[in-house]
């Protein structure tokens, strides 16, 4: 079964320091990756995805994620927190040939000025 | 502009009663799929459909149905038999039911029971 784990259901950063947001996953072939983002009462926005390309990814808004089969991780990054970073962030696998995502249970970012 | 809209954004329910959720997609996508949120618990599916007339069963489909008789439209019905409804509920769309195509998601209906 697939399942993505999200380390740490609260995340707090100073505004300008570097943002780390992890997520591993259990698959036995390498699936499909997804990060989102979700606004408060809002839908989930997309940032990025890995589809067995380049490792490292790159996303909207400064955010990038490398894949590393080696951890089964695909950890989320931003070298420097804005305000506007504050949000949900949701850690989502496809295994190849599924029909649907499989979530994380996600994590809260919260940025101090 | 292209994109999903989920009615009523709020919508309180008397426990017993059923209520249907809308949900319309102007992207021309063939799989629709509906997911709940629950505070701590991410997302979990409901159903799916890759296709007009067909759809799936998700990991929490006990309680609800659904129909997929047009291509843009996918309601959900929360019928009385479904234990604890009280949740956010998320609409999402993918050019194709596989890995690759990241679901594109509406702006979510809150339905609270009374």
């Known amino acids: 079964a697939q399942s993505v784990t999200q380390l740490g259901s609260h995340v707090s950063v100073s505004e300008g320091a570097l943002v780390l947001l992890r997520c591993n996953y259990s698959?036995?072939?390498?699936?499909?990756l997804f990060w989102y983002v979700q606004y408060p009462n809002q839908g989930l926005q997309l940032l990025l995805k890995?589809?067995?390309?380049?490792?490292l990814v790159k996303g909207i808004n400064g955010f990038e994620a490398e894949f590393k089969k080696s951890e089964t991780s695909f950890h989320l990054t931003k070298p420097s927190a804005h305000m506007s970073d504050a949000a949900e962030y949701f850690c989502?696998?496809?295994?190849?040939?599924?029909?649907?995502?499989?979530f994380g249970t996600g994590t809260r970012l919260t940025v101090i000025p | 502009d292209g994109g999903i809209t989920q009615s009523p954004k709020y919508l309180f329910r008397k426990e017993g009663q059923n209520v249907t959720l809308s949900c319309e997609q102007n992207?021309?996508?063939?799989?629709m799929y509906w997911y709940r949120q629950d505070p701590g618990q991410g997302l979990r599916l409901i159903y799916y459909s890759q296709i007009v007339n067909d759809f799936q069963k998700g990991d929490i489909a006990e309680g609800y149905s659904v129909s997929r008789e047009k291509k843009e439209s996918f309601p959900l019905t929360v019928t009385s038999a479904q234990k604890n409804p009280t949740a956010f509920y998320l609409c999402?769309?993918?050019?194709?039911?596989?890995?690759?195509?990241?679901?594109?998601f509406g702006p979510g209906t809150r339905l609270t029971v009374l």
């Open positions: 989502a696998v496809s295994p190849p040939g599924a029909n649907n995502l499989f």
């Open positions: 890995y589809t067995s390309a380049a490792t």
């Open positions: 999402a769309s993918s050019v194709q039911g596989t890995g690759t195509a990241s679901p594109f």
């Open positions: 698959s036995s072939v390498p699936p499909y």
């Open positions: 992207l021309n996508h063939d799989a």
